[in-house]
């Protein structure tokens, strides 16, 4: 039996969506039916060719440039949005970057940065969605946290921190919105074919860790979007304040 998913109708926004799994996530709603809001932080380009190849599906896609770590930018990010496109029906928050750098070496303004783009960010657009969510008693959240969040790992201490924050938010948001009829959930990814955890950033030891994993491989990013089209549809309706771990078995709670 299959089960054709449909997000016709509704809206959803995206983080951190002009490449990687961001950009699977965005395609993937898009093809499900939903208007997708491309969020991306000065990545023009990206973002418009995302937003052509959703069009060229049939698909309503706009792109708006925002960074996610600041409250000014988020606010204006979700007035825009709500101006361009109306009500908000899904929200992923995806937007993060990671560094690989000793503990000892990681300076307040790592920390910072890393805090406000992997965890702060999450806060603040579910705190200027969420009201409208509330108004219509309806709505979704994605949170994009890791499994490093879960296991933690050597070099990797403020990324560690912030995800597993990611977490803790969602079970909290999870907990106090439910009432309003709104889900909350995260998706803990294990290691995915990106730019942002290539080689090119990363080192061979940490490549050599994260293949030590049950399925021995790196996810596509196609693959991590898959869970937030589930966790995005009403087939996950019973689903609260979970964290869902497309990882290849890193984490087996």
């Known amino acids: 039996m299959s089960v054709a998913i449909s997000l016709a109708g509704r809206t959803a926004l995206v983080t951190g969506a002009a490449t990687g799994i961001g950009r699977a996530i965005a395609l993937t ?10 969020n991306h932080l000065n990545q023009p380009q990206e973002a418009a ?13 706009v792109a ?37 750098k000793p503990f000892l070496e990681t300076t307040e303004a790592d920390w910072d940065r890393l ?3 992997d965890l ?32 933690g790992r050597e070099n990797f201490a403020p990324y560690c921190a912030a995800k597993a924050g990611v977490i803790g938010l969602t079970r909290s948001l999870a907990r106090e919105f439910a009432p309003h009829g709104i889900r909350v959930n995260a998706i803990a990814p294990g290691p995915v074919n990106t730019a942002m955890v290539s080689l090119q950033n990363m080192s061979p030891e940490w490549m050599e860790k994260e293949l030590a994993i049950p399925q021995h491989r790196v996810a596509e990013p196609e693959e991590i979007a898959a869970t937030a089209l589930f966790l995005a549809s009403d087939l996950s309706r019973f689903y609260c304040g979970q964290v869902l771990g497309p990882n290849g078995g890193s984490v087996m709670p």
């Open 120 to 151: 702060k960010s999450v806060f603040l657009m579910a705190r200027a969605v969420l009201p409208g969510m509330v108004a219509q008693r309806s709505g979704v959240v994605v949170n994009l946290a890791s499994d490093l969040g879960i296991l």
């Open 49 to 61: 060719t995302l937003v052509q190849a959703i069009r060229n599906g049939g698909g309503q896609a």
């Open 115 to 117: 805090l406000g783009t």
């Open 29 to 38: 709603l898009a093809q499900a039916g939903a208007s997708v809001v491309v």
């Open 64 to 100: 708006i440039n925002a960074d996610v770590s600041d409250g000014t930018a988020v606010q204006r990010l979700v007035a825009e949005a709500l101006h361009t496109v109306g009500d908000i029906h899904i929200l992923v928050n995806n937007a993060g970057i990671i560094q690989e």
